[in-house]
């Protein structure tokens, strides 16, 4: 039975430092579901598809690092980055993925709003967590 | 001080890598779980909930079984729970590549390259053999093994 104690106070202590955890706010509540506004997608399941990644953050950020085969996407000169996408979604029609800087900037999903009108049959969403998301 | 053979120099090796590593896995899991879980995510077998609960725990089991490691009143238990948690990585690891999941492995926190599956499976069956080796050798040599438990001075 000598075992078993060994197994109850190691699974204690586990148990006591994932509680510590909890505690200081170290890891988040895992009974509480993450929130998904409506159109986002989070960075597991969009690396799941093969999909069109498109930069909305400064072109200085850009050029610093990006994700893969992204397309920057300049909201600011917009006809031309409508045209730039639109040639790689025409050739090869994939869900495109919009990200900016950080889970609160926003860019992202204004963008994502106006390309599903200038872009109606296309499957569009916002990346939740944005580049920090991709870069942790 | 008496000498100790090199068996024992072997089995002593062996227990400090494992604590190690397992040391070594669990800190920066602990320090950044949302990642970990995302790592977790990324095998598709538990959801982000499931996900969050294992990133949770996990760590921190990996921490007290390596530490454990080391005591003598915990350290087979703790041996067995490392043997199980071996072989529990290398199925997942199997089923993954089998897959064909592009996965970062999340072992040792985040930040890691793309998993190279035959390396991952390798290192744990090593391990798995460092671990089985300690635990027959302290099964053999069994004073002080465990908690409460009478055994006779050889």
Redesign the interface.
Same mark, same amino acid.
């Given at each position: 039975m000598?075992?078993f104690?060994?197994?109850f106070?190691?699974?204690l202590?586990?148990?006591v430092?994932?509680a510590f955890?909890?505690y200081h706010g170290?890891? #988040?509540l #895992?009974?509480v579901? #993450?929130k998904l506004a409506a159109g986002e997608i989070?960075?597991?399941d969009a690396?799941?598809l093969d999909v069109i990644w498109l930069d909305t953050r400064p072109v200085d950020a850009f050029e610093s690092g990006h994700i893969p085969d992204a397309l920057f996407f300049d909201e600011a000169d917009w006809d031309s980055s409508l045209m730039g996408l639109m040639g790689a979604w025409l050739s090869e029609p994939r869900p495109i993925v919009v990200y900016c800087g950080s889970e609160n900037c926003g860019t992202s999903q204004r963008v994502a709003g106006r390309l599903r009108g200038a872009l109606p049959d296309a499957e569009i969403y916002s990346l939740k967590g944005g580049w920090d998301a991709w870069a942790? | 001080m008496g000498q100790l053979s090199s068996k024992a120099y072997f089995v002593l090796l062996a227990r400090l890598l494992l604590s190690a590593t397992l040391l070594f896995a669990a800190l920066p899991k602990i320090g950044d779980p949302v990642a970990f879980a995302t790592s977790i995510e990324g095998f598709r077998l538990v959801g982000r909930q499931g996900s969050l609960w294992v990133a949770l725990v996990l760590p921190w089991l990996e921490l007290v079984v390596g530490m454990g490691l080391l005591i003598p009143q915990i350290r087979r238990g703790c041996g067995i729970l490392i043997a199980l948690l071996l072989l529990l990585f290398i199925g997942l690891h199997t089923s993954a590549w089998m897959r064909g999941l592009d996965i970062s492995c999340g072992c040792f926190g985040q930040g890691e390259e793309p998993a190279n599956y035959l390396w991952l499976i390798l290192r744990n069956v090593g391990l798995l053999i460092a671990m089985i080796a300690v635990l027959i050798h302290d099964g053999r040599n069994p004073q002080r093994r465990c908690l409460k438990e009478d055994v006779p001075a050889s």
């Open positions: 000598a075992i104690r060994e197994f106070l190691i699974l202590l586990s148990a430092g994932a955890s909890l170290w890891a #988040p #895992p009974w579901e #993450p989070r960075l597991v690396q799941a942790n | -």
